[in-house]
C-alpha cells in the first residue's frame, strides 16, 4: 500500500504528535510499504506562525520514507495574531446553523503552508492519506479534498483535546463545525485512548469507525541506554527532583506544577522541578516574576536530546504532567520506561493512560494543592513511589510498543482497502 501522511509539522521539531507520525511512519516502512509523509518545513514551534526561511518544496528520503516538506508564510500578527485567528473561528462556530464552509476557509491559515494541495496533487499510486493533528488542521482539510479528487479512502488520527469536559476552552477548539466535518467524512478515526474515543461518540460520529489505535514509546539502543541510567548529567542536579517534560504553558500545566514546588518548599519539603521544553510568553512572563529562590527549585532547561531525557528521568522522583491539552501524553510512557512515577491532571486522554493510584497519581487540572499533596505522597513513602515505577514500566512492556500499534494501524487499513 502507498500511505500517505500528513501531518502540521514531522521531525525534527520536537513534540509528541510529531514522534508519533515518525513512528507510524518508520514502523509501515519496515513493513514494506511506500510511505510519504506531508508536512511543513516547521523546525521550531515558531515557525508554524513566524513561517520559513524556503519559499520552495523540500524532497528528502530516508529509511524508506518521503518527506515532502512545504513553506509557511508568516502570519499576520505573529502568535498574537494566530490566537486571535482562532479565537475568531470558535465564536463563528458558535453562531447558529452549520459554519463549515467559511471555516474551512479560514482553516488555510492554521497553520499557512503553501503548496501542500500541489505535493498531495503531485503524487501518483496513493492507496489511502492519513492525516493528523486537529488543532493544527490545514493539513486535514488539504488531505480531505485531496481524497475526494483522487477517489482514495481518507483516515483521521485527531488528537483531539477535550480538556476537563465539553464546556472546556480546549474542548471548543476542537469541536468546530468545519473539525467535526472532517471527522464525519473520515473513513476511520483512529484515536489513542478509549477517553477520547468516548468524547468523540458525543459529536454524532458514527462509533463503529472510531477506533483505539493506541501509542508506544521510542526505546533507546542498549548503549544509549546505559548511558541514560548513569546518574550524571550536564546541569548541577539537586538530590531530590522531579521532572515536567512538554510545552511550558497554562494548559500543559506548567505553570501549576512550579506553583506545586514552591508550596511544597513553604511547607519544608525540600525539592526541585526541572522543566524541559520551549517556553511560551505566559510561562515567561511567570518565570520573570519568580524571586531569585524560588529559581532555584523552579529550573527551566529548553530542549534538550533523548539521551539526555532518558537521564534526566532516571535519576528523578516523578514526571509531572498536569496537562488538560494532551490526547494521550507519550512522556509518560518515557518516565515508566525509567520505572518512574506519574503526577497528572485527570483532563483530556490521560486518565485513558494512567492507571490512579496504580502506576501514577491524577489530579484535577489546575489543582496546585492536590499536586503537591501527590508529590508529598510519592516523597513519603518511596516504596510506594518504586512499586508505581515498576507498574507503569511493566504496563508499557505489555500494551504501548510500537510493533503492535503499526500492526493494528496496518491492520486497519487493509480493511478499510477491501471493504470490510
Given at each position: 500500500?502507498?500511505?500517505?501522511?500528513?501531518?502540521?509539522?514531522?521531525?525534527?521539531?520536537?513534540?509528541?504528535?510529531?514522534?508519533?507520525?515518525?513512528?507510524?511512519?518508520r514502523?509501515?516502512?519496515?513493513?514494506g510499504h511506500?510511505?510519504t509523509?506531508?508536512?511543513?518545513?516547521?523546525?521550531?514551534?515558531a515557525d508554524?506562525?513566524?513561517?520559513?526561511?524556503?519559499?520552495?518544496?523540500i524532497?528528502?528520503?530516508?529509511?524508506?520514507?518521503?518527506?515532502?516538506?512545504?513553506?509557511?508564510?508568516?502570519?499576520?500578527?505573529?502568535r498574537?495574531?494566530?490566537?486571535?485567528w482562532?479565537?475568531?473561528m470558535?465564536?463563528?462556530?458558535?453562531?447558529?446553523?452549520?459554519?463549515?464552509?467559511?471555516l474551512s476557509?479560514?482553516?488555510?491559515?492554521?497553520?499557512p503552508?503553501?503548496?501542500?494541495?500541489?505535493?498531495?496533487?503531485?503524487?501518483?499510486?496513493?492507496?489511502?492519506?492519513?492525516?493528523?493533528?486537529?488543532?493544527?488542521?490545514?493539513?486535514?482539510?488539504?488531505?480531505?479534498?485531496?481524497?475526494?479528487?483522487?477517489?482514495?479512502?481518507?483516515?483521521?488520527?485527531?488528537?483531539?483535546?477535550f480538556?476537563?469536559g465539553?464546556?472546556?476552552?480546549?474542548a471548543?477548539?476542537?469541536?468546530?463545525?468545519?473539525?467535526?466535518?472532517?471527522?464525519?467524512q473520515?473513513?476511520?478515526?483512529?484515536?489513542?485512548?478509549?477517553?477520547?474515543?468516548?468524547?468523540?461518540?458525543?459529536?454524532?460520529?458514527?462509533?463503529?469507525?472510531?477506533?483505539?489505535?493506541?501509542?508506544?514509546?521510542?526505546?533507546?539502543?542498549a548503549?544509549?541506554?546505559?548511558?541514560?541510567?548513569?546518574p550524571?548529567?550536564?546541569?548541577?542536579l539537586?538530590p531530590?527532583?522531579?521532572?515536567?517534560?512538554?510545552?511550558?504553558s497554562?494548559?500543559?500545566?506548567?505553570?501549576?506544577?512550579a506553583?506545586a514546588?514552591?508550596?511544597?518548599?513553604?511547607?519544608?519539603?525540600?525539592?526541585?522541578?526541572?522543566?524541559?521544553?520551549?517556553?511560551?510568553?505566559?510561562?515567561s512572563r511567570?518565570?520573570?516574576?519568580?524571586?531569585?529562590?524560588?529559581?532555584q527549585?523552579?529550573?527551566?532547561?529548553?530542549?534538550?536530546?533523548?539521551?539526555e531525557?532518558?537521564?534526566?528521568?532516571?535519576?528523578s522522583?516523578?514526571?509531572?504532567?498536569?496537562?488538560?491539552?494532551?490526547?494521550?501524553?507519550?512522556?509518560?510512557?518515557?518516565?515508566?520506561?525509567?520505572?518512574v512515577?506519574?503526577?497528572?491532571a485527570?483532563?483530556?486522554?490521560?486518565?485513558?493512560?494512567?492507571?490512579?493510584?496504580?502506576?501514577?497519581?491524577?489530579?484535577?487540572?489546575?489543582?496546585?494543592?492536590?499536586?503537591?499533596?501527590?508529590?508529598?505522597?510519592?516523597?513519603?513513602?518511596?516504596?510506594?513511589?518504586i512499586?508505581?515505577?515498576?507498574n507503569g514500566?511493566?504496563?508499557?512492556?505489555?500494551q504501548y510498543?510500537?510493533?503492535?500499534?503499526?500492526e493494528?494501524?496496518?491492520?486497519?487499513?487493509?480493511?478499510?482497502?477491501?471493504?470490510?
Amino acid at each position: 500500500m502507498h500511505i500517505v501522511l500528513v501531518t502540521p509539522a514531522y521531525l525534527p521539531l520536537p513534540g509528541g504528535g510529531e514522534r508519533y507520525v515518525g513512528a507510524l511512519a518508520r514502523g509501515l516502512a519496515r513493513q514494506g510499504h511506500p510511505v510519504t509523509v506531508i508536512t511543513s518545513a516547521a523546525t521550531a514551534e515558531a515557525d508554524l506562525w513566524s513561517g520559513t526561511p524556503t519559499k520552495r518544496l523540500i524532497e528528502s528520503v530516508a529509511d524508506g520514507i518521503r518527506v515532502v516538506r512545504c513553506p509557511i508564510r508568516s502570519f499576520p500578527g505573529g502568535r498574537r495574531g494566530l490566537m486571535m485567528w482562532r479565537k475568531a473561528m470558535v465564536v463563528i462556530s458558535s453562531l447558529p446553523g452549520d459554519q463549515t464552509a467559511i471555516l474551512s476557509r479560514m482553516a488555510a491559515g492554521i497553520p499557512p503552508v503553501t503548496g501542500m494541495d500541489d505535493a498531495l496533487d503531485a503524487l501518483t499510486d496513493v492507496d489511502l492519506v492519513h492525516a493528523f493533528n486537529l488543532s493544527w488542521e490545514r493539513g486535514l482539510v488539504a488531505a480531505l479534498r485531496y481524497a475526494v479528487r483522487a477517489g482514495i479512502p481518507y483516515v483521521v488520527t485527531p488528537f483531539a483535546h477535550f480538556g476537563t469536559g465539553e464546556g472546556d476552552r480546549v474542548a471548543r477548539n476542537s469541536t468546530m463545525d468545519h473539525q467535526l466535518t472532517i471527522l464525519r467524512q473520515a473513513s476511520r478515526v483512529l484515536v489513542l485512548t478509549s477517553v477520547e474515543q468516548a468524547d468523540l461518540a458525543k459529536y454524532n460520529i458514527s462509533p463503529e469507525r472510531i477506533i483505539v489505535i493506541g501509542g508506544g514509546v521510542d526505546s533507546l539502543p542498549a548503549t544509549d541506554m546505559k548511558e541514560a541510567s548513569t546518574p550524571t548529567f550536564h546541569l548541577d542536579l539537586p538530590p531530590i527532583y522531579g521532572v515536567f517534560i512538554g510545552r511550558l504553558s497554562f494548559d500543559k500545566g506548567a505553570i501549576h506544577a512550579a506553583e506545586a514546588i514552591r508550596v511544597l518548599h513553604r511547607s519544608g519539603r525540600e525539592v526541585a522541578l526541572i522543566l524541559a521544553g520551549s517556553a511560551t510568553p505566559e510561562f515567561s512572563r511567570y518565570y520573570d516574576k519568580l524571586p531569585e529562590s524560588d529559581r532555584q527549585l523552579v529550573r527551566p532547561i529548553g530542549l534538550i536530546g533523548e539521551v539526555e531525557k532518558y537521564r534526566l528521568l532516571a535519576g528523578s522522583r516523578f514526571l509531572m504532567l498536569p496537562s488538560r491539552s494532551d490526547s494521550f501524553g507519550i512522556v509518560m510512557l518515557e518516565a515508566w520506561a525509567c520505572g518512574v512515577p506519574v503526577i497528572a491532571a485527570r483532563a483530556g486522554g490521560i486518565p485513558g493512560v494512567v492507571d490512579d493510584g496504580e502506576n501514577g497519581l491524577l489530579v484535577s487540572f489546575g489543582d496546585v494543592t492536590g499536586l503537591a499533596a501527590a508529590v508529598e505522597r510519592l516523597l513519603a513513602d518511596p516504596a510506594e513511589a518504586i512499586h508505581m515505577g515498576e507498574n507503569g514500566r511493566r504496563k508499557v512492556a505489555d500494551q504501548y510498543n510500537w510493533e503492535s500499534v503499526t500492526e493494528r494501524l496496518s491492520s486497519h487499513y487493509t480493511a478499510i482497502l477491501t471493504g470490510r
